[in-house]
């Protein structure tokens, strides 16, 4: 038999994942491509088809059902035709049927033309899922929208073999990763904190783990990922530069499922399974075990030091639970958590305990992560129109807390004096959201909503406590605290003037109410499509975006002691207004893509620390700390695709500018963004050698990010109490992110074999071993000079390239039941 | 930075596993002239006029200074004479120039002193060591805590920067000008050690120390900068306390003259470049940003400056200093024990 290997192509994994567990469709199509009316079931129903391409190649439907059962509606649809289906868990598989059936045109249209040539004789029986359901990008109006199956995600080699959904969208073209090895994500030129991450819509301000190593989503029971990073959606606003909406699975209601997975760094546990016929749940967890590692590591290590204890521990964990239940054939309920924790407890225990001597007990405690609670209805109005419900609780929450015990032994006298600093950073936020969906005809969907969220920021809360012999000899406590209440409206229409032009346009309308003051923001959003053939699209986009909070941080890395804060006092919102525009392809099985998209940001408002900030007084608002300024970003996107076959693949390539202008920074003059990196590629390739067996590789390579090097010092002043010493050298400032670090590359590999219980995954991080510089330093180097009157050893000083990561192997075992 | 250190530690099996490997940055950069100076109220002015130099220069160690520099010295936008002296309230302004490095100035005002208004202290017997030696009159050898309130009254509508020093006396003679340790004052038959100073004692100390800095372990140690932020034009009281403060004397004969130490506390009212300054040093050294930028991790900081070109600090500063005398504490434990 005959293998064709790009012939069969999975549907699935669309929007609406609140309604997924409904069985019954509501539907009403006119002549419309079968993958469109598909999708509109996959939307209710959240079931993925499986079929082959060229089985529905031109195949036009029209199909009238009203509540009706999923089975009524299939039948009915393929009753006249030769193709016949099966429900076999959350897949809808499409056959052609060994005996074809005369094809009528009575309810379905098919074209002649071209289901004659189908050889049915050489069909294969099985099915190969090789791609996901995702409207072709040439047929709708938006530029820069990628929705991202889990399966990419896991296709996705990664660090420690943890597969993140972050790192995954950091093949996307326009997409930065930050420093090495982390889930950072820097868009179009734009900073970390201007990205929205969303679990099932709910915004989660710290999505990351360990220093932002890992991001805080379960990739177990991920079912799918909405990308955007140009053509927003006119329902989000918020944020600058991206939105990111990771949509969980729902419970099986088929029985239930599992899977138990094992990896270097953590493992999960998964379960979902249905509770009576109308209810579902699903719960998961994961949980690193580093800290499994390091417990017995310590006691080995502090076993032979009897002058210091170390202590440390870190793990994180996510935990996610989430329970559907259909209440009535048109409404359906879900409610759902998610619990993602950090904690990190280090710190040493150390003595010189004589006559005289001292013993110190330093202990750091760092807690942090965040809560998702959400509870929602979906009632099917009527049948051309749905509305959505939600209540949700987010929370960030980050508590630290250092003590610091010192004793001081002189001859029989203790002098004790402890110093115990404590800080709370957390955000509550509580929305309440109505979205509505209106399919208005075959031609025009509208949606349209609004939401309320009461914030409640608290960026600090910081009590210091100083005993001295038991006494207590000084505190300091602070608190800030803001209240704010933003309102949200949106109206978005998708409008298919006709087959040739389509335009989806919308707009979002916020207002910011903070300390008396209200701040409002209008972001019309606009895309148009023209499609010249049924290959090929050229578009354009419009979109303006408003952020009201803004992350302070103080590090490259992800840490605890982040702050958001609103926006406050002199400052105002931050905007972005970007313009593109893309030209698109797609092969006719859609097997093949390539996109082009071009595209120029303007950024407003934005902020940053102003040079120096850390002379400021930190009593003072961190306003006093932060600047003022513009940015722009301009680039060109290119993606090539092949997203079915046996050997799939994609080659991403970006060229980019951004820069960044403030007043109070690099002495009022623009200079490149850190991470203005010119260009970018990523190439990745996925071999399914045969059903057990698959290869994963990706090779990424960027122009390095910018660094500020400071390459002159001077003596430094010979006052200031007890700090200056004869000889210290002073760096002297220059120019901000002057010096580029060198061409970063790295090919990572991962091998999937399956039997019969799960599957292994093998990966190689960093194949080629490329230590890849990460960051540049000032140093010293010892040099031994010989000379005839003996050796002299002396320091020569140095600049240095940090190089980390070489080739880290991985190995992770997933049970499925 | 401890909490850094410990991580490090933990996370030395990745770190092992990357290399250091040292380079020569191509960035085009020319050397500036650097004018250092601490100018204080009734002292004659000195300049360290010195120039930039590239960090991987293999002659760093050698000698910076201008030689060929004119240096001008104006108070109040009058040029004035080597011999000048300032005076408070004086705006004095510095300009070098050099044929090879340029030109640069910077510009301070001398801030007018701020005397310590009142001083009630208290020491706390804390340990007998040894007491009565036979056949000496005066002998014993115990530790003592001393505690002091100093009130500082800030003048009102101007925003004032201090910097609080002391030192050990001994018979009129002056301990070093050391806060970070003290070295015992020693004579033949006594011994005065000012014990160690407290510096969690006083909260103002640590007022440039952020949440940030405070989680990550950064401590106040060594610091006595502060501003009037938190009680410009009012009086404040500032606490210090010494711990194992240690007195030693084995003396034949009673000596009044070897009761006769103490400590002298003092007050410098500085400029803002100074204190923008000590600020900056105890970022680079004690704060977390240094060790962050060290890394990698975050941007450099760099040297604060308040010089034309970027290199170098004027500073000014005024001082009144006040005693506090220990012989009637002294002599009442070597008598009563």
């Excluded at chain 1, 990308?227 to 530069?241: E, H, N, Q, V, W």
């Excluded at chain 1, 807390?401 to 402890?418: I, M, P, S």
């Excluded at chain 1, 680039?635 to 060229?655: A, P």
């Excluded at chain 1, 490329?770 to 320091?795: F, Q």
């Amino acid at each position: 038999m005959m293998k064709r290997t790009t012939a069969l192509l999975l549907l699935g994994l669309s929007a609406a994942g609140m309604s997924a567990s409904a069985q019954n469709v509501t539907i009403k199509a006119t002549n419309q491509p079968a993958a469109t009316v598909f999708r509109s079931i996959i939307e209710q129903t959240g079931k993925n088809f499986v079929y082959s391409s060229e089985l529905l190649k031109d195949l036009k439907i029209s199909v009238k059902a009203s509540n009706e059962p999923l089975k009524k509606v299939l039948t009915d649809m393929f009753r006249n035709t030769d193709i016949e289906y099966r429900i076999k868990g959350k897949n809808v598989i499409l056959k052609r049927r060994k005996s074809p059936k005369p094809v009528s045109v009575q309810k379905y249209t098919v074209r002649p033309t071209t289901l004659p040539s189908v050889d049915v004789s050489k069909m294969l029986d099985e099915v190969v899922v090789v791609s996901r359901l995702e409207a072709p990008v040439v047929e709708t109006a938006e530029i820069g929208a990628k929705k991202i199956t889990a399966d990419e995600v896991r296709n996705t080699p990664a660090l420690f073999g943890e597969s993140d959904v972050v790192k995954t969208i950091q093949t996307q073209p326009g997409v930065t990763a930050g420093a090495e090895g982390t889930a950072g994500m820097y868009v179009h030129g734009g900073n970390a904190d201007e990205n929205l991450c969303m679990l099932d819509n709910v915004p989660l301000y710290q999505a990351n783990h360990f220093a932002g190593l890992f991001s805080a989503f379960n990739t177990d029971i991920v079912r799918y990922i909405d990308f955007f990073k140009t053509s927003i959606p006119a329902k989000y606003d918020g944020r600058l530069s991206s939105f990111m909406d990771v949509r969980l699975q729902n419970g099986s209601t088929d029985g239930h499922h599992g899977s138990a997975r094992l990896g270097l760094t953590s493992g999960a546990f998964n379960l979902s399974g249905p509770i009576g016929p109308k209810t579902s749940y699903l719960v998961g967890l994961r949980r690193s075990w580093y800290d499994v590692l390091t417990i017995p590591m310590l006691a080995v290590i502090n076993s032979k030091n009897d002058d210091e204890k170390m202590r440390f521990r870190y793990y994180f964990m996510d935990f996610n639970a989430k329970i559907n239940h259909r209440f009535s054939p048109r409404i359906n309920g879900f409610i759902s958590a998610y619990f993602g924790n950090d904690l990190l407890k280090t710190g040493a225990e150390d003595r010189n305990e004589f006559i005289t001597g001292w013993y110190e007990n330093d202990k750091f405690d760092f807690n942090w992560g965040n809560l998702v609670v959400q509870a929602g209805l979906n009632y099917r109005i009527k049948p051309e129109v749905t509305a959505e419900f939600t209540a949700a609780y987010t929370r960030y929450f980050s508590g630290l807390k250092h003590d610091d015990l010192y004793k001081e032994f002189n001859q029989g006298a203790v002098t004790e004096t402890r110093a115990v600093i404590k800080t709370d950073n957390n955000i509550n936020d509580w929305i309440f959201r109505g979205d509505f969906d209106w399919r208005a005809n075959d031609n025009t969907r509208i949606r349209f909503g609004a939401n309320y969220v009461r914030h409640s920021f608290l960026p600090s809360r910081t009590s210091r406590e100083y005993t001295f012999n038991d006494e207590k000899v000084a505190t300091r406590d602070s608190t800030w605290a803001y209240g704010a209440n933003e309102f949200n409206v949106y109206v978005e229409d998708d409008w298919r003037i006709s087959n040739r032009f389509r335009v989806n346009a919308g707009v979002h309308a916020s207002l910011f109410n903070i300390e008396g003051k209200t701040h409002s923001g209008i972001s019309p959003r606009l895309s148009l499509s023209y499609r010249p053939s049924e290959n090929l699209a050229v578009k354009a986009a419009y979109t303006r975006t408003v952020q009201y909070v803004h992350q302070l941080t103080q590090s490259y890395l992800s840490l605890p002691t982040d702050q958001w804060i609103p926006v406050t006092g002199r400052f105002k919102p931050q905007t972005a207004d970007k313009i593109a525009v893309g030209a698109y392809w797609q092969s006719n099985d859609g097997g093949y893509s390539v996109s082009v998209e071009g595209y120029y940001k303007s950024m407003h408002n934005l902020l940053d620390y102003c040079d120096e900030y850390y002379l400021k007084p930190p009593l003072e608002m961190w306003n006093a700390r932060l600047t003022s300024g513009t940015g722009t970003a301009k680039g060109i996107d290119l993606r090539i695709e092949k997203t079915y076959g046996k050997l799939t693949g994609y080659v991403g390539y970006s060229l980019a500018w951004a820069d960044r202008k403030y007043s109070e920074k690099n002495d009022g003059r623009p200079f490149p963004a850190r991470f203005d990196n010119r260009h970018t590629i990523n190439i990745g390739v996925n071999w399914n050698i045969n059903d057990r067996v698959q290869l994963n590789a990706a090779w990424t390579g960027h122009s390095g990010n910018r660094f500020t090097l400071l390459p002159q010092v001077y003596d430094s002043p010979e006052f200031g109490g007890l700090y200056s010493f004869y000889g210290d050298q002073v760096p002297l400032r220059c120019s901000i992110n002057n010096y580029q670090l060198p061409f970063y590359h790295r090919l990572d590999l991962s091998c999937t074999v399956r039997n019969s219980r799960g599957y292994w995954t093998f990966g190689l991080y960093n194949a080629y071993c490329h230590l890849n510089t990460v960051a540049v330093r000032r140093s010293y180097k010892d040099m031994i000079i010989r000379t005839p009157e003996g050796i002299t050893i002396t320091s020569k000083p140095v600049f240095q390239k940090v190089k980390l990561l070489p080739m880290i192997p991985s190995i992770s075992y997933t049970w499925q039941f | 930075m401890a909490i850094l250190r410990h991580i490090i530690i933990i996370s030395l099996p990745v770190l092992l596993t990357g290399c250091f490997e040292d380079f020569t940055p191509d960035i085009d950069t020319e050397p500036v002239l650097c004018l250092n100076s601490l100018i204080t109220a009734g002292e004659p002015i000195v300049v360290q006029v010195s120039h930039t130099w590239l960090y991987t220069d293999e002659a760093a160690g050698r000698d910076h200074s201008v030689k060929d520099a004119v240096i001008s010295i104006f108070a109040n936008d009058e040029p004035k004479d080597a011999d000048y002296l300032p005076q408070e309230g004086d705006c004095i302004r510095i300009v070098a120039e050099s044929k090879t490095y340029g030109y640069a100035e910077a510009e301070v005002t001398v801030p007018y002193a701020v005397p310590i208004e009142a001083v009630k202290w208290e020491p706390v017997l804390t340990n007998i060591l040894s007491d009565d030696v036979e056949g000496y009159e005066m002998a014993g050898h115990f530790l003592f805590n001393v505690r002091a309130e100093l009130d500082i009254n800030d003048p009102v509508g101007t925003e004032d920067y201090y910097r609080f020093s002391y030192l050990s006396f001994f018979n009129d003679k002056g301990n070093r000008d050391d806060i970070i340790y003290s070295a015992p004052i020693a004579e033949p038959e006594v011994e005065f050690n000012m014990g160690t100073f407290n510096y969690e004692s006083e909260p103002i100390f640590s007022e440039h120390i952020g949440v940030f800095e405070s989680v990550m372990g950064g401590s106040s140690y060594g610091f006595t900068f502060f501003t009037d932020r938190q009680f410009t034009g009012s009086t404040y009281t500032l606490h210090v306390q010494y711990s194992d403060c240690e007195y030693y004397v084995a003396s034949q004969q009673w000596k009044p003259e070897l009761l006769n130490c103490g400590y002298e506390f003092t007050l410098h009212t500085i400029s803002k470049s100074y204190y923008d300054w000590a600020n900056y040093m105890w970022q680079r050294d004690d704060g977390p940003l240094g060790d962050i930028s060290e890394f990698g991790f975050g941007d450099p900081i760099w040297g604060y400056s308040n010089v034309s070109t970027g290199a170098g600090v004027v500073a000014a500063q005024s001082y009144l200093s006040c005693r506090i005398y220990l012989n009637d504490f002294l002599d009442t434990v070597l008598k009563e024990h």
